[in-house]
């Protein structure tokens, strides 16, 4: 299929994200007004302006949206605070559907704070990130999974964000991954595709996209070694698909392994959400064309559009078209 035939099929598509929907703040400061606080004397970082995305499982849907999916849903948990307003508020402007979204005054709404300096346009000051640490407490952990057995059916792709780097604290325990098991092998034909930066080896029977560094480290808490091979059969996945950055991606299914390379960018603008862009490109294509190598190649050429744009950019399909 062609690009321009693959982007046509998005329409009739619907997504849902499920796992760490999370609020990117972008808060711009200028260097001169950073006089001493009167009552501590600590300099002070004077933000002038700030601008809000979603992140972390909403930098997926924000990609899903933009390259015109009919339908895109997110389902994850957000505390009862200004925050969580401000993501819902994100989302809903993207046209994405927030609803889903359980709210609870337990946790505080997962929320990463990016500082720039305006002089310079870059990211310099250590960033202020709003996390939980403590699990979900059960009746919130219940509710994510009844919304999720309930959704999942009505949808064509099930984006799972594992974005936590914490042991607690994240929307994917235990429990939201069996549910994400069944409902992968009660349809085969449902498009389960997972990316999880701490614990992709806990995954059975979904498609799972770690990169590198993170494929090896779960080969050596199961094995004490690296063999990919081993991976995808531990975790019973259809297929495993490890990406390079800018080298390409490494396909391995039960026939064997296959490497794909990209069109290697030079001097991208920013790689933030790189891999989320690639996520929904890829898991999208497939969906259409259940080809692994033309969905690894769709998803590269969807990051790299983004790459070149600051933040967690998009890329429309007018742009990847022209990327060709």
């Known amino acids: 299929m062609t690009t321009r035939e693959i982007l046509d099929q998005f329409p009739k598509l619907s997504a849902l994200v499920v796992g760490d929907i999370c609020l990117d ?4 400061y200028d260097p001169s007004t950073a006089e001493p606080s009167r009552e501590t004397g600590i300099p002070r970082i004077g933000v002038i302006a700030t601008e809000v995305t979603p992140g972390a499982g909403g930098t997926v849907a924000n990609n899903l949206a933009a390259l015109g999916v009919g339908k895109t849903a997110v389902l994850g948990t957000v505390g009862d605070d200004g925050f969580s307003y401000e993501l819902t508020r994100a989302l809903e402007a993207r046209g994405i559907e927030a609803s889903l979204l359980v709210r609870t005054s337990g946790i505080q709404t997962f929320t990463y704070t990016k500082v720039i300096n305006t002089d ?9 990130d709003f996390i939980n640490t403590c699990p979900l407490a059960a009746e919130i952990e219940q509710e994510v999974i009844s919304r999720l057995r309930s959704f999942a059916p009505e949808v064509d792709v099930l984006l799972v964000a594992d974005q936590a780097e914490t042991d607690h604290g994240g929307v994917v325990t235990p429990a939201v991954r069996r549910t994400i098991e069944e409902i992968a092998a009660g349809d085969p034909r449902k498009v389960v595709w997972v990316d999880s930066r701490m614990r992709p080896e806990t995954f059975r029977r979904t498609i799972i996209k770690p990169n590198d560094e993170e494929a090896r480290a779960a080969c050596q808490r199961l094995f004490g070694r ?3 091979g081993a991976l995808r059969a531990h975790a019973t996945a259809p297929l495993l698909i490890i990406t390079h950055g800018g080298d390409g991606a490494l396909i391995v299914s039960e026939a064997g392994e296959q490497w794909v390379p990209t069109r290697r960018v030079e001097k991208p603008v920013d790689i933030c959400g790189a891999g989320d ?3 929904a490109g890829a898991a999208l294509a497939y ?3 259940r080809d692994p190598a033309e969905a690894v190649r769709f998803g590269n050429r969807v990051a790299s559009i983004t790459i070149m744009k600051r ?3 998009t890329a429309s399909p007018q742009e990847v078209i022209a990327a060709e």
Do not use: L, N
């Open 277 to 279: 862009s690639f996520s």
């Open 311 to 313: 933040g967690t950019g």
């Open 287 to 289: 969906a259409v064309t």
């Open 226 to 228: 690296t063999d990919f």
């Open 25 to 28: 703040r972008w808060c711009t």
């Open 120 to 128: 310079t346009g870059e990211e310099d000051r250590p960033r202020i």
